[in-house]
């Protein structure tokens, strides 16, 4: 069965301290892993998509990577506004749909 | 990308009684989903509307409960039948493009007393 854990649950970080969140992940042939902002009240925003290991992808002041068992949001010199929950997805390949398997998130905040 | 809509936002309702949530999609989509998250946890995929035929429900979930609707390719409505307090939860619609990529609606929120 496929399965997702993100650490830590949360994370306090002041203004411009880098840090990074963690995903690691057991999947039968991974098609994807998907990395999504949710702020409170709202759907979760899309960020990134990783295939393969090895794969980076960056947007601002996030990246992403991607190794066989986990995947890493590194955060440099976050702002407020980067305050958040992030949620970590796989998506496995199988004949029988394209469901994403979701982690359970990583409440971010970040303090002047 | 694709922009989603969902009616109604929010809503509170009564116990017994059920409630139709509306999914809407700027552009012609093949996959559409219909997701559960219940007050702090994650998100918990309840089916997958497919146009013209019936919805594919996971484990836990069945079409008496919450039915689904997919007349066309921009629209899905999703069903929660005869509610309890244990159905009060954020309910989402999403969809996936031809890039892979999954796009979230903003959600209902529903609150059964």
């Known amino acids: 069965e496929d399965q997702v854990t993100q650490s830590p649950e949360a994370l306090r970080l002041q203004e411009g301290e880098s840090s990074s969140l963690n995903c690691s992940y057991t999947?039968?042939?991974?098609?994807?892993l998907f990395w999504y902002r949710q702020d409170p009240g709202k759907g979760p925003e899309f960020l990134f998509t990783l295939y393969s290991a090895g794969e980076e992808k960056e947007k601002e002041r996030l990246k992403a990577t991607l190794t066989k068992k986990e995947s890493f949001l590194h955060i440099t010199a976050p702002k407020p506004e980067d305050s958040a929950t992030y949620l970590c997805a796989v998506q496995a390949n199988s004949n029988s749909g394209y469901a994403l398997n979701f982690g359970k998130g990583t409440s971010l905040l970040v303090t002047p | 990308s694709a922009v989603i809509s969902q009616k109604p936002s929010r809503d509170i309702c009564q116990r017994g009684t059920s409630l139709t949530i509306q999914c809407q999609v700027d552009?012609?989509?093949?996959?559409m989903f219909w997701y559960r998250q219940q007050p702090g946890q994650s998100l918990t995929l309840i089916a997958t509307a497919n146009q013209g035929s019936e919805a594919t429900y996971e484990s836990g979930f069945v079409i008496d409960k919450f039915p689904i609707s997919r007349p066309n390719l921009t629209f899905s409505t999703l069903t929660v039948s005869n509610m309890s307090p244990e159905d009060s939860s954020i309910y989402l619609c999403?969809?996936?493009?031809?890039?892979?990529?999954?796009?979230f609606g903003p959600g209902t929120r529903l609150l059964v007393l």
């Open positions: 999403s969809v996936e493009t031809v890039g892979g990529t999954q796009y």
């Open positions: 999947v039968s042939g991974l098609r994807g």
């Open positions: 552009s012609q989509v093949t996959m």
